[in-house]
Structures are given as structure tokens and as C-alpha cells.
């Protein structure tokens, strides 16, 4: 189906709340600008991801909504100025009900009867063009990243990195429940083979392994992790790190990926292209693919088949992590 239709004024709402979510619905964006040439596209979204979409060039204005209100900012933007196009991903709040009642071309359901081994971005784009809304379906997640960002992020790898292909650690797992227990017996393999680990530190810290380990990175903006990301694809190394928004941002940027899937499945929430994309424990009954908030686990960590942690992310061994970060 195609409508021929040409949107002047597209809205793109994702108030997911997750920095993943919106890089997943980055190939949307793009899409829906290379079919709609010339259209003024806004997002809609949550911070800290709006910087991601504030330099790209398919993107008019990010408008930037507090979570806890986040019907009131749709309302608030579909008034502000009344879009030809509205595509949301998010099913919360009451905000498909809002954008309906304004009664413009809207697509507010990107979730409906997704396969469990198909991406989330390719399904996306899969029903939007059922719908006549765009023509592309494999469209990469891709982040635009300035000349100086690129040229900045470079030096601070330079500053921080070895020679030879770096490998970088994102320990950081938003959620319990897709914490890694084998950190320190990662970064002592990788430093016994002579390539010493970077490691993104953040709130919690990683541990003493970190210190003792490898070396740390000094903080830095979205953005600027990005562009470091970017700066470690060029130099054709790994980026390490469980289904979170930051890996997900490397992928974004052309880096290399090592996944490390557990609770979510890999076929459905896989990294992209360039990623190895390990999971653990592949026949784990509990997994729904397709619904993985439902998942006994999800909320709290509290893995039915192990009382220490879950199950599925202490089955991805330091060794078979290590083997993916040195095979680039």
C-alpha cells in the first residue's frame, strides 16, 4: 500500500522513557524524512536522548516532554502547531487516545503483533510502510554526530587508549535485572591478552575491578560518549555492554557491538549490522519476546531459576564475551 500522500508537517512522539527506545525509533525518523522531503519532522521525547536528534539533519525541533506529564506535552505540541502526520510508539498516558482526537493521519500503534524474532526497528518500519508511510524497512539506527564532535571524541580516545583496536566496557545496566555478574573476569582476560579495557564509569560505579582492571573513562555528555563511540569504530574496535541505551548509541554510531542479551531476546532487540549479539540462556521458559514487561523477572530481577541474580546474563561466560571482543 502506498497513499502517494506528502506530510508538510510531521510530529514523531516516543515517551518510552528509555534511551534505547529512542534509537530504536531513529530509523522511523529518517525514513519518514526521506519520503517527506523538505517536511518540517519534530520529535517529541524524554531527556537525556532529545540531544541525541538535536544535530540531525532530518529533524526540525526536539521538544523535550517531563516524565509524569507526558500527555499534557502531547497535547500541548499537537496544539502548538497541528501536524499533518503524527507517528507515536507510545501506548501509555492515554496518548493515543489524545492524538486521535484531533483527527489528523496518525499512526499510534507500532507494538501491534510483532514477531518474536523480527527487530523492533525493522517492524517498525514494516507497518508504516503497510500503511503507505514510508518505503524503506531496513534502515539502520544512525546517529549525526557534528566534524568537531567526531574530531573531539577522537582526542579524548587518543588520551585515554593504547594502540591497536580499543575495547570499551558499559557495565551500567539501567536495570537489575540485565546486570552482567562477570565484569572483573572480562576485563583481567582482556588486559592478561594485552589490550587493557576502557570502562565507562557512571552511577553505580563499576567496582574496584575497574580501577584495578582497566581504565577508566572521565565523564561525559550523550554526546560526547557518542562521538568517543564513534572514535572507537574508526579505530575498528568493541564496544562491550547489556541491551542498554548507551550500547545502543555505539551501534548508532558505526562501533562495533558486543550485546549481551539476557531477559530481552536478541532476535527481537538485537544492536544492529555490526553487532555480536550474545544470548544467554536461549531456552529460558520465562522469556516472552514479546511482552517482556510481563516477564516474572523484569520489575525486580527475581529470576525463578536462580536466587542470586538472573540466570540468563550469568550464563553468557567471561570467555565467550571475551572471544566476541577480540574477533573484530
Known amino acids: 500500500m502506498r497513499d502517494g500522500t506528502r506530510y508538510p508537517d510531521i510530529l514523531v512522539v516516543d515517551l518510552l522513557g528509555g534511551l534505547g527506545d529512542l534509537v530504536m525509533v ?4 529518517h525514513a519518514l524524512a526521506r519520503r517527506n522531503p523538505g517536511a518540517a519532522l519534530r520529535v517529541l521525547t524524554h531527556a ?3 540531544v541525541l536528534v538535536e544535530s ?3 529533524v526540525t525541533e526536539v521538544v523535550r516532554a517531563e516524565k509524569g506529564d507526558e500527555r499534557a506535552a502531547v497535547a500541548a505540541e ?3 502547531r497541528r501536524p499533518a502526520l503524527v507517528v507515536s510508539t507510545t501506548r501509555h498516558s492515554g496518548i493515543p487516545e489524545e492524538i486521535g482526537s484531533r483527527g489528523v493521519r496518525s499512526v499510534t500503534n507500532l507494538w501491534r503483533n510483532p514477531p518474536p524474532d523480527e527487530q523492533v526497528s525493522r517492524r517498525y518500519l514494516r507497518i508504516l510502510a503497510a500503511e503507505g508511510l514510508v518505503d524503506a524497512v531496513d534502515v539502520p539506527p544512525s546517529i549525526h554526530l557534528t566534524p568537531a564532535e567526531r574530531a573531539r571524541g577522537a582526542a579524548m580516545l587518543a588520551d585515554h587508549a593504547g594502540p591497536g583496536r580499543p575495547v570499551v566496557l558499559v557495565p551500567g545496566a539501567g536495570m537489575a535485572v540485565k546486570h552482567w555478574p562477570h565484569w572483573a573476569a572480562l576485563a583481567r582476560g582482556l588486559a592478561d591478552r594485552g589490550t587493557p579495557p576502557l570502562v565507562v564509569t557512571g552511577d553505580p560505579a563499576p567496582g574496584p575491578w575497574a580501577e584495578e582492571l582497566a581504565r577508566p573513562l572521565p565523564p561525559t555528555g550523550l554526546r560526547g560518549l557518542a562521538a568517543l563511540f564513534a572514535a572507537v569504530g574508526d579505530r ?3 564496544v562491550v555492554g547489556p541491551d ?8 548508532a554510531v558505526g562501533a562495533r557491538t558486543v550485546g549481551l542479551f539476557g531477559p530481552t531476546a536478541a532476535a527481537r532487540y538485537g544492536l544492529g549490522p555490526a553487532a555480536v549479539d550474545l544470548q544467554g540462556l536461549p531456552g529460558c521458559p520465562h522469556r516472552r519476546p514479546t511482552a517482556i514487561t510481563e516477564q516474572v523477572c523484569w520489575w525486580e530481577a527475581r529470576c525463578p531459576l536462580a536466587a542470586d541474580g538472573p540466570a540468563c546474563m ?3 561466560s567471561p570467555d565467550s564475551v571475551l572471544r566476541a571482543s577480540l574477533a573484530g
Open 48 to 50: 537525556p536522548g532529545d
Open 314 to 316: 550469568a550464563d553468557l
Open 26 to 29: 531513529l530509523p522511523v525518523i
Open 236 to 238: 575498528g574496535g568493541t
Open 56 to 58: 540531525d539533519p532530518a
Open 244 to 251: 542498554t541505551g548507551p550500547v545502543r548509541v555505539a551501534a
Open 78 to 80: 499537537l496544539d502548538r
